[in-house]
């Protein structure tokens, strides 16, 4: 039977990035297809040990080998999920006057402003130095304005990723209906870093350990009051015509990889939208399983199993047919986790670490900022 010890080692992993191919439309031909994981063992706390580690078992090769999978066994039912893309769609195709009512705040400028949190409108999103053809809301967990050191810049002033969300009015029901599906999207997204750290056979939690004590408890621990991040997402078609065997110049979400932990996306389904980078440099179309998540690793996994699992590149380009709508849950680490290579991890790595580490709100400053105000070439 197999067993974690005897594939945790990683005798020969292999670091090398994968080429970043050109951006021409050549995707993997299906059949092949993204591995499934059923996250149910760890949701449900009377499953044996040996359930949990065959998910773990799973999780660990699905991290080495894609770094994305889809995710079943989550609980969340699927009238559930069609109601949420439903309420998405349903706001995005209000006047442009009213979803404006929840336009984002400047993020810069001598009034501070929140400047991340609610609605933006299509290409304000730059990616690689280009606009995306999307518009978006961005609701994140709320600041906790009475914690030491992080208070607002002043009265009824906010700092980037501080102040209240921006609900939508408009569908009414959608503010409770999102708060719900939040927090069971926490217990999933709880239960998938509890999988993996079992997957990296962290070892078990000792009595007193600490947020950094390094067992298989750490993401745990670290995401405890996770700083997450729930996307609406609206793409329009395409419309720019292709030119044979060019490069693609207009993108839905250009190349990138997610930020934090674990992204567990909920998408329309529509097909051939999202794109996956595989290691073979190739990319797959990662399309919707009905009633399952596409997840996929963050840059902070990455860098606490020290490249051990990567954060695999993927993008969004949308030309089949009618208005595309997703929602990427985002499940992150607490702002003020302290994320940095794990020295379990670094050991089986060959000794060097990938990065010195700083805390998560300062990585995710950092992203925002240039999601916004990097500058746009052509
Ligand atoms: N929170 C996340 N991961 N959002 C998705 C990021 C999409 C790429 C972004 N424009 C960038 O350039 O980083
Ligand atoms: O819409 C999608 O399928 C993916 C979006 C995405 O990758 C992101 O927002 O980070
Ligand atoms: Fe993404």
């Known amino acids: 039977m197999d067993t974690l010890s005897e594939i945790d080692t990683h005798p020969n992993p292999s670091f090398s990035v994968p080429p970043t191919p050109p951006n021409t439309m050549e995707t993997t031909p ?49 009238s559930k999920l069609d109601q949420v893309i439903s309420l998405a769609r349903q706001f995005f195709a209000l006047p442009v006057a009213e979803k404006n009512k929840i336009k984002r705040h400047d993020a810069g400028g001598p009034e501070g402003g929140d400047g991340a949190r609610g609605y933006q409108a299509m290409g304000e999103n730059i990616t690689l130095g280009r606009r995306d053809v999307q518009e978006a809301v961005d609701l994140y967990r709320e600041w906790d304005h009475s914690e030491k ?6 009265e009824g002033t906010y700092k980037t990723l501080q102040g209240p969300n921006l609900w939508p009015e408009q569908p009414e029901e959608l503010k409770e209906v999102y708060l719900d599906y939040i927090d069971q999207l926490m217990k999933v997204g709880e239960a998938i870093v509890r999988a993996m750290g079992v ?27 996770s700083f997450w991040v729930m996307r609406m997402i609206g793409y329009p078609k395409l419309e720019t015509p292709l030119v044979e065997g060019g490069d693609v110049t207009e993108f839905s979400c250009g190349e990138h990889t997610d930020y934090g932990c674990v ?84 050991e089986r790595t060959g000794g060097e670490m990938v990065h010195e580490g700083n805390t998560y709100g300062d990585h995710l400053l950092g992203k925002v900022f240039n999601n916004f105000y990097s500058e746009v070439i052509d």
């Open 30 to 78: 299906s059949p092949q297809s993204l591995p499934i994981i059923d996250i149910s063992p760890f949701l449900d706390p009377s499953s044996p040990p040996s359930t949990c580690q065959q998910t773990a078992i799973a999780t660990n090769r699905a991290c080495i080998d894609y770094g994305f999978f889809y995710l079943t066994g989550h609980g969340i039912p699927i």
């Open 263 to 346: 992204t567990l996306l909920l998408a329309d389904p529509t097909p051939g939208a999202l794109q996956v980078l595989l290691k073979t440099g190739k990319w797959l179309n990662a399309d919707p399983i009905p009633g399952a998540f596409v997840v996929n690793i963050g840059e902070m996994i990455e860098r606490w199993t020290n490249g051990l699992w990567k954060s695999t590149r993927h993008r969004v380009i949308h030309r089949g047919d009618g208005y595309r709508v997703s929602v990427p849950f985002f499940y992150e680490p607490n702002f003020k986790a302290l994320v940095k290579p794990l020295r379990k991890c670094v």
């Open 149 to 154: 050191g992080v208070a607002a810049g002043g």
């Open 199 to 225: 997957a990296l056979n962290l070892g078990k939690p000792v009595e007193g350990a600490d947020k950094n004590t390094e067992d298989e408890e750490v993401f745990v621990r670290n995401t405890n009051k």
